[in-house]
């Protein structure tokens, strides 16, 4: 099975104003109360942008890339609530919502599904969540990781592939700034929130994984988990990501910080501790310039339907350029390539850059 693996997809604020149908611009940050001032930003540091772009404008040479490698399955984190609503969530500095007019911006990459256990798909309460359920569902795009009730964000998407299918779950951690009151319950929609990252939470899962998987099925296990900033892992992540594994998951998907953090192969298994942002609107916005959040991972991984053995992993580096991402210069792909090589050195990862521009796993 070919497999897109894609971290954060963050299509409000700023990516959503300059889309064909802008939804309301107001917000309530400390020091910004008008998503175009993201728009101004990106123009301030690259030049103008067209306004309105088309839906696939985000996306960029992505998409080539994409159809390229033909993936079976194509997942991604999506941290925004697709929604009207003006009910924002109190107690947080910042809320990403798109318009539902504009869900076409994820039909334009033919995701066929979207992880949303995660510290921003609430950002305009239940109601936005619920929209947000409404609008995806409509788009024909699977979801994982929240639903109308605490049955349905634990229920995983199902996918057929390669004879078999593709089972994920998704589920969010609160190190990621998860709020714990966004769990859902029996009877109010929100999240699967994971209460600890113990051996007992980890069996939990590894028990809803055995009574689903089957034959060919592959088992992903997607996951917002961990801060912002810098490479390190939390032991009990990869404690709590060997344990999936070792109980019949093949495939950790980690997300939340906004660049990629190392990479491990664990028992023939892929274990993405942070897949990094794939589209946002930081560009312009200083700080944290050391880990070059401009830059940002397709994750192209091959796996064995019949085992969950990965046979193949590609990492096709990009740049964000007025708000689109494009192919990452020579000299930025070998500095990517010689990161994650840094990174991933005491867990035995290495890659290395090829003339294609894609970096591949050696070992």
């Known amino acids: 099975m070919r497999l897109f693996l894609g971290g954060d997809v963050m299509l409000g604020r700023g990516v959503d104003q300059i889309l064909p149908h802008p939804g309301d611009p107001v917000l309530r940050e400390r020091s910004v109360h008008d998503a175009r ?34 993936p079976d399955v194509r997942l991604v984190n ?8 003006d009910h924002f969530a ?33 950002d305009f309460g239940v109601g936005g969540l619920e929209e947000t359920l409404d609008a995806l569902r409509r788009a024909r795009v699977a979801v994982a990781g929240a639903g109308r009730n605490a049955t349905a964000a634990v229920q995983p998407a199902l996918l057929p592939a390669d004879g078999g299918r593709v089972v994920v779950f998704a589920f969010g951690a ?46 992903i296990v997607s996951v917002h988990w961990g801060s912002n900033w810098g490479y390190a892992v939390a032991a009990g992540q990869t404690r709590f990501a060997h344990r999936l594994i070792d109980g019949g998951v093949d495939v950790v998907h980690g997300h939340s910080a906004h660049h990629p953090r190392p990479i491990e192969i664990y028992r023939d298994r892929l274990v ?62 070998e500095w990517l390539c010689r990161t994650l090589n840094r990174v991933c050195r005491r867990y035995g990862t290495r890659f290395k850059l090829y003339e294609d521009g894609l970096l591949e796993l050696t070992c």
Request: negative net charge.
């Open 37 to 70: 001032t993201y728009v101004a930003l990106a123009e301030a540091l690259n030049g103008p942008i067209p306004s309105p772009v088309g839906y696939s404008w985000p996306w960029g040479d992505a998409l080539a890339i994409l159809d390229s490698f033909r």
């Open 78 to 85: 999506l941290e925004t609530s697709v929604t009207r609503s």
């Open 90 to 122: 109190a107690g947080k500095g910042i809320h990403y919502r798109m318009n539902p007019d504009n869900v076409a911006a994820l039909s334009a990459a033919r995701l066929d599904l979207c992880s949303l256990a995660n510290n921003h798909i609430l």
């Open 174 to 219: 609160t190190s990621s700034g998860v709020p714990k009151g966004w769990a859902a319950t029996a009877t109010r929609p929100g999240i699967a929130v994971l209460p600890d990252l113990s051996e007992h939470t980890a069996d939990a899962i590894i028990a809803r994984v055995s009574q689903v998987k089957r034959g060919r099925d592959v088992a």
């Open 272 to 333: 993405l501790y942070s897949c990094g942002d794939l589209i946002d609107d930081y560009e312009g916005i200083s700080g944290y310039e050391q880990y070059r959040d401009d830059l940002r991972l397709l994750f192209l991984a091959t796996v064995e339907s019949t085992t969950g053995r990965l046979t193949g992993l590609r990492l096709a580096p990009l740049q964000t350029h007025h708000l689109r991402l494009r192919p990452a210069t020579a000299e930025d792909s």
